[in-house]
């Protein structure tokens, strides 16, 4: 089903089932022979959630061969490097934010993110995990249960984003007048264009100097010509999901079209913005850039910002 303005979803679902997506490539990501990360937390946060298909992935009952014939674009070993990659990007972000005396971490859309309890945050940091209500309680419970404990003051708040999230998020201790490190992983292609540049000004509002901003983002543009292409691949690689027992329809989750790139919205709002290409970070950490695919277009053009906002 498309995505509509007042959509929900849990962690089996639509875009909650992206999280749980996510968190299994962690899994497979942590038990490679030269590993570039290490989320013990990832793999029991699947079963937790219940899905079989990523149960079987992320305990290696379901190899990445099985999925990734005739689709490498879209395959999972492709997509276990990137997240290797993508969360190494975030984890060292928040390290060098703590070593520049930052302690305050706002991590958006946190979902099964695991960051509070494995790294080693800064003594007196205060971090808070934004997402749904239901995605807080799941995690908060199976954490707990697994006797898992935080590695820095955790705080949650269970808002969705489309919601009045500034608000609560003070309310829970927030303080806009210290610098903030904030993280938006995974979260821009899932809004529309305009909820894009409404979550960069709010974050922009609440940041006071030196704070700093950890994005991933896709392809601004899309031309026409190749987004039928796009919607394909896409289906292609949903449909191989599906052969396996797991039906999710990725050309029905993310919002394709034309949107302003975040690194030149932030620069113009007086963040000092770096950008990293993922064939960069990928080469950066010693895995292979992916071959160019003609049909997939411009899709492959994920980039990793890093902004540090002026005096």
């Known amino acids: 089903m498309a995505r509509t303005d007042n959509d929900t979803w849990d962690l089996t679902s639509s875009v909650g089932a992206t999280a749980t997506m996510v968190a299994a490539a962690r899994a497979v990501a942590t038990r490679q022979d030269d590993a570039l990360i290490s989320d013990p937390f990832a793999e029991p946060l699947v079963r937790a959630v219940g899905v079989d298909f990523f149960t079987r992935l992320a305990s290696g009952g379901l190899g990445l061969e099985d999925l990734d014939t005739g689709n490498q674009t879209m395959g999972l070993a492709r997509m276990t490097d990137n997240m290797a990659a993508r969360t190494k990007f975030?984890?060292?972000?928040?390290l060098e934010a703590g070593r520049a005396g930052i302690r305050q971490a706002v991590i958006l859309a946190s979902g099964l993110d695991a960051r509070a309890y494995r790294l080693a945050w800064a003594d007196g940091t205060v971090v808070y995990e934004i997402d749904q209500p239901g995605v807080i309680e799941f995690k908060t419970t199976t954490m707990g249960s697994l006797g898992a404990d935080p590695t820095a003051e955790l705080r949650t708040v269970a808002i969705d984003l489309r919601y009045d999230w500034p608000t609560a998020l003070k309310a829970a201790g927030f303080d806009p007048s210290a610098p903030t490190a904030w993280s938006a992983e995974g979260l821009l292609g899932y809004l529309p264009p305009e909820a894009q540049d409404q979550l960069l000004d709010t974050v922009t509002a609440l940041s006071a100097p030196g704070s700093r901003f950890a994005v991933e983002c896709g392809p601004t543009s899309i031309p026409e010509a190749e987004r039928?292409?796009?919607v394909e691949r896409m289906r292609q690689a949903s449909q191989q999901w599906r052969d396996h027992g797991f039906d999710l329809d990725f050309s029905e989750l993310v919002y394709i079209g034309d949107r302003n790139d975040p690194g030149t919205?932030?620069?113009?709002?007086?963040?000092r913005v770096t950008r990293r290409t993922v064939d960069e970070l990928l080469a950066d950490n010693g895995r292979p850039r992916p071959p160019a695919d003609d049909e997939m277009g411009n899709l492959g053009e994920m980039a990793y910002l890093t902004g540090i906002l002026g005096s």
């Open 90 to 94: 975030f984890d060292d972000f928040f």
């Open 265 to 271: 919205y932030l620069a113009d709002r007086g963040w």
């Open 228 to 230: 039928e292409n796009v």
